[in-house]
């Protein structure tokens, strides 16, 4: 082959040794996509799980902040959210979390803010586990005022 014909395949981009623009994309383009998947299989769930553990956390820190707004004026409820334990805060976040998406987040905040109960109630009996209602009633009879409950 003539040292023309050399220069001329290593302008087309035809040089065998050489990897074409093309080329270079389609691996760019393959490692990007690699990534994405592990980033989507792999840490994506992670972030989601650490993001609803926030969430849940600043809900009831919300809502222990503003106890007086969501008792009611309910001097007992006022008292439990105010008096709730690091465990128990902890409890009820958990539980928050298990359950904790758009919709019902929003649900939730309509029926707190319609203070509306009956509503509240049907809602956990229908989405909580037993073992969560449980741990609530638990919470609930720990701070409650004797002869209360």
């Given at each position: 082959m003539s040292k023309q014909s050399v220069n001329k395949n290593e302008k087309n981009g035809k040089n065998p040794g050489k990897n074409s623009t093309f080329e270079k994309i389609m691996i760019g383009v393959i490692i990007a996509g690699i990534i994405i998947f592990v980033f989507i299989n792999f840490a994506w769930p992670k972030?989601?799980?650490?993001?609803?553990?926030?969430?849940?956390?600043?809900?009831v820190e919300v809502i222990?902040?503003?106890?007086?707004k969501v008792s009611g004026g309910n001097d007992q409820i006022k008292d439990m959210l105010e008096n709730l334990s690091e465990e128990d805060k902890k409890t009820v976040s958990e539980i928050i979390e298990n359950h904790m998406d758009q919709e019902t987040i929003s649900e939730l905040m309509g029926y707190v803010k319609n203070k509306d109960k009956e509503s509240l109630m049907k809602y956990a009996a229908e989405n909580l586990s037993a073992s969560e209602i449980l741990k609530l009633m638990e919470i609930y009879n720990k701070y409650s005022w004797p002869g209360q409950n």
């Amino acid at each position: 082959m003539s040292k023309q014909s050399v220069n001329k395949n290593e302008k087309n981009g035809k040089n065998p040794g050489k990897n074409s623009t093309f080329e270079k994309i389609m691996i760019g383009v393959i490692i990007a996509g690699i990534i994405i998947f592990v980033f989507i299989n792999f840490a994506w769930p992670k972030l989601s799980k650490k993001t609803k553990e926030v969430a849940a956390d600043k809900t009831v820190e919300v809502i222990v902040q503003n106890a007086d707004k969501v008792s009611g004026g309910n001097d007992q409820i006022k008292d439990m959210l105010e008096n709730l334990s690091e465990e128990d805060k902890k409890t009820v976040s958990e539980i928050i979390e298990n359950h904790m998406d758009q919709e019902t987040i929003s649900e939730l905040m309509g029926y707190v803010k319609n203070k509306d109960k009956e509503s509240l109630m049907k809602y956990a009996a229908e989405n909580l586990s037993a073992s969560e209602i449980l741990k609530l009633m638990e919470i609930y009879n720990k701070y409650s005022w004797p002869g209360q409950n």
